[in-house]
């Protein structure tokens, strides 16, 4: 009768990487609570929710879901700006908790209308620079609690309150936090049986507790089951209506984001395919039950999903269990909690800030096309310093508005401006027609039109890993792309990449000047494509897969 449900065979490897995934969650749960301003009881109620709830009713198995720090810092703005309306965190616990249950409520519409497939077109500069300030964002008000002082709410509050950080740090604080940080990176060199967040909230702990250093710390945790907290919903003054619905928005919208690119990591790992829709909704669920536990909502977390795939976790029913876990730890470990030093939890989060933080994008701010940079850098900055709501809405503005100006110079100069392939093999033209009946069980011709940009770049990805694996090579006719963007350069560097990594040779022909110079700009020319796959004509490349292929 169980069999009919699940399968038996999974459940060692479930139970292993759900329990793995929940001892890496806790720590991070605890440092997210702390860090959204409701406190580290919020952190676990959020984790215990939306780690249950969007286990079982999300569309990806081997999910694990739980407080990130994209929306840890969209939840803090919110909490700041609530108290800042009502005078306290008790008057504003209302008004948060809608916006979160609200924001699961939205993400469960987004997912019933299918709005999954419309994420996909965000353009990489925007989603780039955002998650980037982001990572800043929980570096910079983690300074203050480094050294063991009260945090102000905002970055900019923070940057003209730095000279506090010298005359006022405690330096048993800062002991403790750049112990943290050290033991969080050398243990792995060590072993990677146990997770090194843990080992080192663990260790610090013990240092600073029998020690006895005077650091601040988390405070008492609530025992027992998180109480109801709807009954002030239907009480909140009007006024703060637009904020509900505001920060509802963006965090169902980041939310769904960050849930669907752990999705399709998981993918990637067990070569499986998630629904996007019914993860939508499993999020949902959980971040409003979330909300109503009083909570912090969260997403799909990559490095739990990575860490209960690799333990063995293959069924929903892991990170299930790894949201149990964590509601046992409520129950029985609660109070030991309480000795946390704050210190301990911002030398865990520093870390994490710099990992969110998308080197590979800045890193070629200065090779990729100017307008690209220009929105990332603009979306870094306002994220950072500003609002993440107006960050990603003026980026994905501007992002098209330069398209559409760079469309409109490349029609003027007669070019083809549609986003175009010909992966369903509708133009093929005869030289090639010739060379395929010869070698189609070998070889794979593709033609892309117009530019490559990030409107495109999910078609193309989709399209190829459609592709056989028993094939040895793909050539890509270039001649009719004038342009590719950034999102288009890291679609097309990520399918290379998958490719090379199946043993398929990728052969370019008549590759335009702007996209020969981005590929060699980013080094996926020569490091992914040698000089020698590239060619003038298609002929050329005919010739050279002859020679090398065989008859």
């Known amino acids: 009768m169980i069999k009919r449900f699940y399968d038996t065979k999974y459940l060692k490897g479930d139970i292993t990487g759900g329990l793995v995934a929940g001892v890496v969650a806790l720590p991070l749960a605890l440092a997210f609570g702390v860090q959204s301003g409701m406190g580290a009881a919020a952190g676990l109620y959020g984790a215990i929710a939306v780690g249950i709830f969007a286990a079982i009713f999300g569309g990806t198995a081997t999910q ?57 077109y965000f353009p990489y500069p925007v989603v ?42 405690n330096l048993y604080a800062l002991g403790l936090g750049l112990l943290t940080v050290i033991i969080y990176f050398v243990f792995p060199k060590i072993t990677k049986a146990i997770p090194s967040a843990l080992v080192a909230l663990v260790g610090a702990t013990l240092v600073g507790y029998f020690l006895q250093w005077d650091v601040p710390v988390i405070g008492e945790i609530p025992s027992g089951l998180p109480s109801i907290q709807i009954s002030g919903f239907l009480s909140i003054d009007s006024s703060a209506y637009s904020i509900i619905l505001e920060y509802a928005v963006v965090l169902a919208v980041l939310g769904s984001i960050d849930s669907l690119l752990t999705s399709v990591i998981a993918d990637n790992m067990t070569k499986t395919k998630h629904n996007s829709n019914r993860e939508l909704i499993g999020q949902g669920i959980g971040n409003m039950i979330a909300g109503i536990v009083g909570g912090i909502p969260g997403a799909g977390a990559t490095k739990g999903t990575v860490v209960n795939i690799n333990s063995g976790g293959r069924t929903r029913v892991s990170g299930t269990i790894h949201g149990l876990i964590l509601l046992a730890v409520l129950l029985g470990l609660g109070s030991l909690a309480a000795h946390i030093p704050l210190a301990v939890l911002a030398g865990l989060l520093i870390p994490i800030g710099f990992k969110i933080i998308d080197v590979k994008g800045l890193k070629h701010l200065v090779s990729v096309p100017r307008a690209d940079a220009v929105v990332l850098i603009l979306v870094l900055l306002i994220t950072t310093f500003g609002s993440l709501i107006q960050a990603v809405g003026i980026g994905v503005a501007l992002a098209s508005l330069l398209f559409m100006k760079k469309a409109s110079d490349l029609g003027q100069k007669g070019m083809n401006v549609g986003p175009v392939s010909d992966f369903d093999g509708s133009k093929p033209w005869q030289d090639e027609i010739d060379f395929y009946e010869e070698y189609k069980d070998k070889v794979i011709i593709k033609h892309l039109y117009g530019p490559f940009f990030f409107g495109f770049t999910s078609h193309f990805r989709d399209e190829i890993k459609k592709l056989s694996s028993e094939i040895k090579a793909l050539v890509i006719r270039m001649d009719r792309v004038p342009y590719i963007d950034q999102s288009g350069l890291y679609a097309l560097e990520d399918s290379i990449y998958e490719l090379n990594a199946k043993g398929i040779e990728v052969i370019l022909t008549k590759v335009q000047d702007q996209p020969l110079d981005m590929l060699r700009s980013i080094d996926i020319i020569p490091d992914l494509i040698p000089e020698d796959d590239i060619f003038e004509d298609v002929e050329q490349a005919f010739a050279y897969l002859r020679k090398n292929l065989g008859n």
């Open 128 to 169: 780039s620079g955002f998650m980037s300030g982001v990572g800043l964002i929980i570096i910079i008000l983690q300074l203050f609690p480094f050294a063991g002082l009260s945090s102000p709410k905002s970055t900019i509050a923070v940057i003209q309150d730095l000279p506090r950080l010298f005359t006022d740090g």
């Open 64 to 120: 694990a879901s739980g407080p990130t720090g994209p929306m840890t810092v969209v939840s803090a703005a919110l909490v700041a700006a609530a108290i800042e309306l009502t005078g306290s965190l008790e008057n504003a616990m209302s008004i948060i908790l809608l916006a979160f249950f609200l924001g699961g409520l939205i993400q469960i519409i987004f997912g019933l209308i299918n709005i999954a497939s419309y994420v996909k």
